[in-house]
């Protein structure tokens, strides 16, 4: 059995004393509307050979509901981000190209439901995932680090992380800007912390990767 690859961080004991995450500028931050603006976006992400990847479904509060989300995919390259709103003209289309790219890394966390619902709502086989949470740890510990450990240990920076952001709809065809940051800097700061590690760290991390 070949055994599973692991990067070992250090654990900040004080991340609220760090420095604020540079985030992205709201020009910065892309949300295409129509088939022509998601085909500009497909062109510059497939530009780049990693991108910083989420997305974000309209949470559910009751026992037994069932999201039917994702409703919101989010890119990041180094400068820039990409929100794709399910329900605009040409994001399936758009989105299925760049998640189906088997030349173009994925880079996020906790990423294993988000390849569910891609699979099963949206029928969307994503190969070239990196889920950084599957493989940073905390030295001498077990357990999956989360993006604000990572953002701290890697990018010795703070990344805000609201809730009552975090669990707001989602499925609302007008994002706030408060939903806009969010969503975009997730993607954008995974993509960070993984250009944070060494170059050799980098390497191994995309070798492992099946194709």
């Known amino acids: 059995m070949t055994q599973k690859l692991i990067i070992h961080i250090r654990q900040h004991t004080n ?14 931050i892309v949300t295409p509307a129509t088939t ?3 085909r500009a976006a497909v062109e510059e992400i497939m530009d780049v050979a990693c991108v910083g990847f989420d997305t974000e479904s309209k949470p559910t509060f009751k026992v ?7 409703h919101l ?6 400068v820039k981000a990409y929100l794709f709103r ?4 040409g994001c399936i289309d758009a ?21 569910s619902r891609l699979h099963s709502k949206l029928g969307i086989r994503a190969p070239r995932l990196l889920d950084l949470g599957s493989v940073l740890r905390y030295q001498g510990k077990k357990g999956q680090v ?3 450990g990572a953002v701290a240990a890697v990018l010795n920076a703070r990344i805000d992380k609201s809730r009552s952001v975090a669990t ?7 994002l706030t800007e408060a939903q806009q940051a969010y969503a975009a800097n997730d993607a954008y700061a995974a993509l960070h912390v993984f250009l944070g590690l060494d170059a050799d760290q980098q390497a191994m991390l995309l070798a492992a990767l099946p194709r």
Do not use: C, H, Y
């Not at 004393?17 to 709201?26: E, I, K, T, W, Y």
């Open 36 to 38: 022509d603006q998601f």
């Open 73 to 78: 995919i989010q890119f990041a390259t180094p």
């Open 64 to 70: 037994g509901e069932v999201s039917n989300g994702p």
């Open 15 to 28: 991340i609220d004393g760090l420095p604020r995450f540079d985030g992205l500028a709201p020009a910065s």
């Open 86 to 89: 399910i329900g605009m003209p």
């Open 146 to 148: 989360g993006l604000r």
């Open 168 to 174: 707001s709809n989602w499925s609302n065809p007008a």
């Open 95 to 115: 989105a299925s190209a760049i998640l189906q790219s088997p030349a173009l890394v994925k880079i996020g966390f906790g990423l294993k439901s988000d390849r």
